[in-house]
């Protein structure tokens, strides 16, 4: 097996499976890690039992199993689509990296304008029908045609279309896009006969509403049972036409699945304590530092606290502008709020010192820029440089920092100043516009928890005249107004891979600035991001993806589009004492649970309420 090739520099100008040949794997990097013969990943034990009960909490809701109008419509729930199998599935093991699941076989031309996938025999629904060709073709354009998601993420895909008895071709309107050929291997396929049939009460299906009609699957679950917006029950498929293939060997282990709802973030974590789930992964640093040591079953081993390195993504997590708005136009603005922003004090006060300031879009990465534009970076960036921001040739990009209380007044005076450039004026300890309309802000979130960190916020911005209030509404409610980009300042994140491609069009691109339920919250429209987009997606090698990321990364932070948060390299995780996982865990997968960790039944006998 080939040897791991994370960041080597002087990879393929083409995947190496780009030759018209068939093959079991594609990669972005080197040789895949597994050869056409392989039983199993190293990371997943095929000799793990089967059976037991895992229950998965969330905050929030459901009131949608439809996958095709999820961020457009509805609340979708949480565990739907491993329901459904995919083309390929990646690994967890090694970069860039995906493996024959639905497909056994994969062919790409040199030129990369196409892509063929050919199915298995015998991959059948959970009604027992064979999945078809027909139901690819059909699955890609539904969801191109009615999803935000999807009709950026394969705008560049032509067509699909039937092209043998259990192949499948899509044609690309551009060549030369290392990532598109799989891109496309992550397609959900969908069941058409189903959804072109009628419900239980003779009612035409429709993918484009909503629906609480358990669907119809292909995957290692099905959805047994729900209650809306309050509990959903997969339960393993015995009779699973891919229980056996390599890439499922040792994986999906649990005979159910159950995910659990609750409204509030502090009775997610009552909840926890209550054993009415059994993991979760702790965002809240003071509740890791703070809310579980005392607790009797975390003493006596029961409710087991531990962090998994997390290897394979980066992040920008941060207060996002919404630059529609008039008031948020000027980068001088936006740096503004930066300044006032103590994340210093935050940091020590209320995250008990367990975060890193993020200081790049793909933070945690070999992604990220750092210093000044050199060698090939310099190059694209020279490029454009008519397009950018001139500071990217001269100063590296920094956050703030507030570390003592005269870095605090110094900041706030640059704001001021800022500001004043920007045509606001400071009257009567307002900040007001030359028309005399004070700059004032709302932020809204949806989580109660964030009241902690925005209240501070808003009071530092309050000393530079700017008025901030917070709304925190529910989950269905919140997701609406982001949808149709309803907000003046918000908190999202972005995760990235390690190989950044056609979701930077969604992320950052003009075109899904304007489209409702997009990824682009910021509403950027600049020449200069799209072109560095397309750099990014038509890198020739690895060294070019590194340099025109390491670019748009550059570009993207000089604008101060947002007020970064901050992060941790560590997966922070909470869980009863009823699992077992092989001795390797995957290595860019952090914890993997609970893809491959089993129901341990002497655990559970010592942990209590064994099921």
Known sequence: MAANTVGRAGAQPTPPDANGQWTHAMTLMGQPKYGPDFTHFDYADPNA???????????????????????????????????????????????????????????????????????????????????????????????????????????????????????????????????????????????????????????????????????????????????????????????????????????????????????????????????????????????????????????????????????????????????????????????????????????????????????????????????????????????????VPASVFTTPYANPVNDSPEAVRANLREAVRLLREAGYELKGGQMVDKAGTPLTVEFLEFQNTFERVILPFSAQLKLIGIGATLRVIDQAQYQNRIRNFDFDITTTGWGESLSPGNEQREYWGSKAADSPGSRNLIGIKDPAIDALIEKVIFAPDREGVIAATRALDRVLLAHDYVVPQWASDRQRTLRWNRFSHPPVLPLYANSGFPTTWWYDEALAAKTGAPR
């Open 49 to 387: 039992p089967k059976g037991g009960l895992v229950r998965l909490g969330s905050q929030g809701g459901f009131d949608n199993f439809n996958i095709v109008v999820s961020g457009l419509k509805g609340d979708l729930e949480g565990g739907v689509q491993q329901i459904y199998d995919t083309l390929m599935t990646e690994s967890s093991d090694e970069p860039f990296t995906s493996y024959g699941l639905l497909a056994e076989a994969v062919r790409i031309p040199p030129d990369l304008g196409s892509v063929t996938y050919r199915l298995r025999e015998g991959a059948k629904w959970h009604d027992g029908q064979p999945i078809t060709p027909e139901d690819v073709v059909w699955s890609f354009g539904v969801l191109k045609a009615n999803s935000p998601f999807y009709a950026a993420y394969y705008q560049t895909v032509d067509k699909a279309e039937a092209t043998g008895p259990r192949e499948v071709t899509f044609t690309f309107s551009e060549k030369g896009n290392r990532e598109l050929p799989q891109v496309i291997g992550q397609l959900r396929v969908l069941p058409k006969h189903w959804w072109e049939g009628k419900d239980a009460q003779g009612r035409q299906r429709s993918p484009t509403e909503t629906s609480l009609e358990i669907p119809l699957g292909s995957g290692p679950y099905r959805l047994e049972k729900f209650e809306p917006g309050r509990t959903a029950t997969y339960v393993r498929v015995a009779d699973y036409w891919g229980k056996d293939l390599p890439v499922n060997a040792g994986r999906n282990n649990f005979g159910t699945v159950r995910y659990e709802y609750f409204r509030d973030g502090t009775v997610l974590v009552e909840a926890l304590k209550g054993d009415l789930y059994d993991f979760r992964v702790e965002n809240i640093a003071r509740n890791w530092a703070t809310a579980y040591d005392d607790f009797p079953a975390v003493k006596d081993g029961r409710l087991i606290k531990e962090a998994f390195p997390d290897r394979g993504t980066g992040i920008m997590q941060a207060f996002v502008f919404n630059t529609r708005k008039d008031k948020f136009k000027d980068p001088r603005v936006r740096r503004a709020f930066n300044l006032a922003l103590n994340y210093e004090e935050m940091n020590k006060s209320l995250f008990y010192g367990l975060y890193k300031r993020i200081n790049s879009y793909f933070f945690g990465s070999e992604l990220a820029s750092s210093g000044l534009p050199e060698g090939r970076e310099k190059e694209i960036l020279e490029g454009l440089k008519d397009k």
